[in-house]
């Protein structure tokens, strides 16, 4: 008796096959003990509503929201006659049904993908055929002939995936709901003629078009400042010199240059004494291996041409090819079980690196921490060396090798020198001290208080010349690379600041001072690996201190889709029109600004409502939610969304859009001006002579709450100076009432809601 392996792809079918010395059938392979077939993909699909209800085919908005009572699947559809299966498909469906029903064929083994996605792959083709022969499952994570002879022996039923089932079904189904639903009812709102475009609506889709708009705006409202440094280059006795930064307190940076320029001028060519010297030595670790969105973000950022997808789809050819490990992970370290296969692949390929007796194998938790693995290890080279790659392959199998060989080169070593010099004999001139001076200085500083120096309290003001020489002291840094440890493998240069040899008491001379004027820089375009890194960590900044805690978050499910689908959510918005790449850099189009500003179901917008959907979906895998109850309540949210959507009154055609008033809704708090009603805000009238007071339509916090910026409402806040809101919806879901005021903050001068409760 036999059993017959199912894979994932022809390619894999083909690393089993030679693992198991089986030989090449017609659309199969054949051994003594197994016979292996593949699938290509996904091989069935969802029905499309049309399939349930042939009146479905006309899009009426009526229709709408459409629940079919159960979800069926049908034979992948052929790209270019969507009415008919893909004539592949529909052979290779054959084959496997054929296979499976073989008198000797004892039982099937599933091989696709470890892990949702390639779950369902098989389980979709099994439950269609029902054979009704017993299941096992291959759990690997590499395809190597020693891998899969080790995964062969040691064989899971699959009754025991069902949670990973359930969770890789419930995306599939969520997505359909929402993607035929809402896409339907918002294309057919748009609707002005009978080449309609089709507006893409789905719940990873929206929240990272939102990021990137969220980008854009921040960069289209940026305000351009300057801030001034005084800079002091410093001589030795011994001729060497160095240069060094104003600080007061810790901060360097003033945003008026008129005092600076007077301490400038008194502080000319007087001597300095070094009062401290700190020298500290400094270890830097090599990087994390690489997750799917840290690999597809590296090779973006440093090679041209390359997108996350591209990235992906030459990672998933390595694997195939058995070159490395499973790519769509999210994990950046090894699990424990892994050692001894990880010292192996160590002593095969060090031995072709320069730096091959620097390496030292190691068990560092920085390498191996089961607690830190979910489903997937991070990415590593197999123990297979490489014949022939293309120029793709290279780039993307040199980076993981690097990566992985990295973790066992010696840490760099770093010494950074921090020198504190405090000015000598510096005496302000006698009118400095004038009390009219002094005074005139101090109204004129009390008047500007607000926008002067950042790390200063609004309410005090700037420090004078005097107070800056007397509290203020210049700083020295440098640094210098001890070790250079595992940066010669991965080729980076030391960026070494060299100071002279001086100790604490010593003096020098000031031989130059200056005041450099430094613009503010607006942030910057998202790239795909910056829009990675926020859909991983679903928006929430981490520091380098904070590695352990953004990896718990990234392993807990919380994100904006999985490693597997964020390089296409990416193609998809391109695709869409919603964004377009220029360079690196990313940005909305007019049609995803559009899309953004005016689509009323804000919830898929947000990046916490999102990230606690696919975190729902991981708790499913976890048995900490069942598919059911997800499933319910995104059933919910489609008959809620669809609704919405069709009784909004400015989403669509401008013909549909509610008029906007013409008359003022109040007077501008700013200026005393008109504050007239546009498109997208209610604003000062008079914003063409710089007043920037306005109330955004689409302001994030009010829609965040399940409410709208109406004219009504603009007209209650500007006369009484508060509006209340009731049945308020926090992001807990938590209702609650209150009084919103729209105040300005005197330290930043820009407008920000205060919210107080009402019991």
């Known amino acids: ?31 003594q003990d197994y016979i292996i077939t593949w699938a290509f993909g996904h091989l069935l699909q969802l029905y499309d509503a049309k399939d349930y209800d042939p009146e479905m085919k006309s899009w009426k908005m009526e229709k709408f929201p459409y629940i079919p009572g159960e979800f069926r699947y049908k034979l992948k559809s052929d790209g270019k006659h969507k009415d008919k ?46 054979t009704g022969k017993p299941v096992e499952r291959i759990l690997l994570n590499e395809w190597t002939a020693a891998e899969v002879q080790r995964g062969l022996g040691c064989l899971k039923p699959n009754e025991e995936m069902q949670p990973l089932q359930d969770a890789g079904f419930g995306r599939q ?39 990137i708009y969220d980008r854009d705006k921040e960069i289209r409202d940026f305000k351009v400042t300057k801030y001034y440094k005084l800079k002091g280059i410093f001589e030795t006795d011994a001729k060497k010199k160095f ?13 008026s240059p008129e005092e600076l320029r007077r301490l400038q001028q008194w502080i000319q060519g007087h001597p300095a004494e070094i009062t401290d010297k700190k020298v500290t030595k400094k270890k830097e670790y090599a990087p994390y291996l690489f997750n799917l969105s840290s690999l597809q973000g590296f090779i973006t950022s440093k090679y041209k041409g390359w997108t996350s997808d591209r990235v992906l789809k030459t990672a998933q050819d390595l694997y195939e090819k058995k070159l490395i490990t499973y790519p769509r992970t999210a994990s950046v370290v090894l699990d424990e079980s892994l050692i001894g296969k990880a010292k192996k692949v160590l002593e095969i390929h060090q031995q072709s690196s320069p730096y091959k007796d620097q390496m030292k194998f190691h068990t560092s938790k920085r390498i191996f921490d089961s607690k830190k693995v979910e489903s997937h290890s991070a990415i590593i080279p197999t123990y297979m060396v490489p014949k022939s790659l293309t120029d793709s392959e290279r780039i993307v199998y040199e980076a993981v090798r690097t990566r992985f060989l990295a973790q066992f080169m010696p840490v760099a070593v770093a010494e950074d020198t921090v020198l504190q010099l405090e000015m000598r004999g510096v005496t302000p001139p006698a009118a400095a001290f004038a009390s009219s001076g002094a005074a005139e200085r101090m109204t004129v500083n009390l008047a ?54 001086v100790n604490k008491g010593d003096m020098v001379s000031l031989v130059k001072a200056e005041v450099n004027e430094v613009e503010r820089k607006p942030p910057k375009p998202h790239t795909e690996k910056t829009l990675l890194r926020v859909m991983e960590t ?31 959510t990416i193609k998809k918005l391109k695709d869409a029109g919603y964004i377009q790449a220029k360079g690196k850099s990313l940005s909305c189009t007019e049609l995803g600004t559009k899309l953004v500003e005016t689509f009323p179901v804000r919830e898929l917008f947000d990046l916490e409502y999102t990230g606690r959907l696919e975190k729902t979906l991981s708790d499913i895998e976890r048995k900490k939610h069942t598919k059911k109850e997800f499933l319910d309540f995104v059933t919910e949210f489609v008959k809620t969304s669809v609704e919405e959507i069709k009784k909004d009154q400015t989403f669509g055609n401008a013909a549909n859009a509610a008029p906007l008033h013409t008359g003022p809704v109040g007077k501008c708090p700013e200026c005393g001006a008109d504050v007239i009603e546009t498109e997208k805000a209610f604003g000062c009238s008079r914003w063409r002579e710089g007043c920037k007071f306005a109330i955004w339509k689409n302001d994030s916090l009010i829609t965040s709450l399940g409410k709208k910026v109406s004219y009504e409402m603009v007209k209650i806040l500007l006369e009484h100076g508060k509006v209340g809101f009731r049945g308020c919806v926090s992001k807990k879901g938590n209702k609650f009432s209150a009084y919103f005021f729209y105040e300005k903050d005197e330290k930043t001068g820009r407008y920000r809601w205060r919210l107080e409760f009402i019991d």
């Open 1 to 31: 008796m036999k059993k017959l392996i199912l894979a994932e792809k022809p390619s894999v079918a083909k690393n089993i096959a030679d693992a198991t010395d089986a030989v090449r059938k017609n659309g199969y392979f054949e051994g």
């Open 85 to 130: 299966p893909d004539a592949g498909v529909v052979r290779q469906m054959n084959i496997i049904k054929e296979l499976a029903m073989r008198s000797d064929v004892e039982s099937i083994i599933s091989a696709t993908d470890d892990d949702r996605e390639g779950q369902i792959i098989a389980d979709e083709i099994l439950n269609y055929l029902k």
């Open 173 to 211: 189904i969520a997505d359909w709901l929402i993607g035929i639903n809402l896409t339907s009812v918002a294309t057919l709102k748009c609707r002005s003629g009978k080449n309609s475009r089709l507006l893409n609506i789905g719940r990873v889709l929206m929240p990272t078009l939102k990021i």
């Open 243 to 255: 240069e060094g930064i104003y600080y007061v307190d810790k901060n360097e940076k003033f945003d």
């Open 448 to 501: 500007t208080a607000a926008a002067q120096n950042e790390n200063r309290d609004a309410d005090k003001p700037p420090l004078s010349a005097e107070e800056m020489l007397q509290k203020g002291h210049f700083v020295a840094k440098g640094k210098i690379q001890l070790e250079p440890g595992w940066k010669l493998l991965e080729g980076i240069d030391a960026k070494e600041v060299l100071l002279p040899e």
């Open 538 to 568: 679903c928006g929430r900044k981490y520091e380098e201190k904070d590695d352990q805690e953004m990896m718990m978050a990234i392993l807990s499910g919380f994100s904006i889709g999985t490693p597997a689908t964020r390089a296409e």
